[in-house]
């Protein structure tokens, strides 16, 4: 069989899968559902932010901040803001919806010897957000968490020394010691590639399979969840990006068997087929997130598709301070570039997706704004909308 053949037979049998899920009923939340909520016309969002300064970021934030979003306007009200917990830079809401986890982004000094994860519950009655525990990340500044499709595990990876782990959530939502550890090895050709950089670990929709991609050594590690074991399992079958990439973020399409990553160093986005059954990526594409400009930076940041699965966008930072658009063909998933949309702020690390794909809302760190667009249906451009939010040093955004 041709692996074009091959290709489009995992895409056939995956229509099939994803067409036959069923919605599940409206999760509970404290106070009241997810549905009962959007009634209202109201979505919560849950802001990271940067609490102290470091080399990169002077970071003047003072926790993790709770809005309300109306989702007729886009606009944001303020209602509460965590207890004091050092540089939540990412964020992570419980399958439930009921727990919120968080990375410390923290590591290599006296104070912090190691980063650490903290845990809260959401309390929507109350509108707090309230701590439950805190563990360590097993690694320096820890920069990412995701949870397994069980909501079993958290996962976390750690940008300072390349290691990721895996730790037990508790049936009271309690985060427990980690009981699985691998540090990835190597280094690639750019000065900022001096030694691995675990920058996400995520599991991918089929197989147990978990990737976890490596600014550091431009690989995209696979490993194999045992839930049994409680063990991260290395599979071997590694992806290579294009050396000095920097693979940063992946994404997964929403209804077919392929995943995007966003190369920060060299401002690319690599498009793969996932092989449902070895785990393995096979490449297919690979664009630019920006311009032929040599004076370009792009330093891209975050990477996001819309529910839809038609469009999809990566956020540049450096010089450019934008979001990359593009529409994906959904017969082979290829990208064509729509254009550019300015961020009017500096730094746009990461940006989020409403569940409805109305808006798009992307956080300037340095310049400490989250600015809501709207996105046309249509055409995939991002409409200004005038709403800017005034929050400090911004990084994550996740809706409940």
Partial sequence: ????????????????????????????????????????????????????????????????????????????????????????????????????????????????????????????????????????????????????????????????????????????????????????????????????HAHMIIQSPYNHFVYSLDLGTDQIITYKLDEEKQQLIPTGRNTHTAPGAGPRQMAFHPSRPWSYVVNELNGTIEAFVIDTISGMLNRFQTISTHTDNKNDTAASGDIHIVPSGKYLYSSNRGNLNNIAMYSINLTNGELTLIGYQSTFGKTPRNFVIDSSGTFLLVANQDSGTVVTFRIDPNTGKLIETGIVTKIPTPVCLKFL
């Fill in 1 to 196: 069989m041709t692996s074009v053949l091959k290709n489009l037979l995992i895409i056939v049998c995956f229509s099939i899968l994803n067409s036959c899920k069923q919605s599940s009923q409206a999760q509970i939340i404290s106070g009241g559902t997810i549905d009962s909520l959007r009634k209202t016309g109201t979505e919560l969002l849950f802001i990271g932010t940067y609490t102290e300064k470091e080399s990169w970021v002077n970071g003047t934030g003072e926790g993790i901040y709770e809005y309300e979003m109306d989702m007729y306007t886009g606009s944001l009200s303020f209602i509460c803001k965590s207890q004091r917990t050092i540089n939540p830079s990412y964020l992570a809401i419980y399958p439930d919806k009921q727990f919120l986890y968080a990375v410390n982004e923290t590591g290599g000094n006296s104070q912090y010897p190691t980063g650490t994860i903290s845990a809260f519950h959401i309390d929507t009655i109350h509108r707090l957000l309230n701590f439950v525990n805190s563990v360590s990340s097993q690694g320096l500044s820890p920069c990412n968490i995701s949870f397994d499709k069980d909501g079993k595990f958290i996962m976390v990876a750690n940008y300072g020394n390349g290691t990721v782990a895996l730790m037990p959530i508790d049936q009271t939502n309690r985060l427990m010691e980690a009981v699985s550890i691998d540090k990835h090895s190597g280094k690639g050709p750019t000065s900022r590639q001096e030694s691995s």
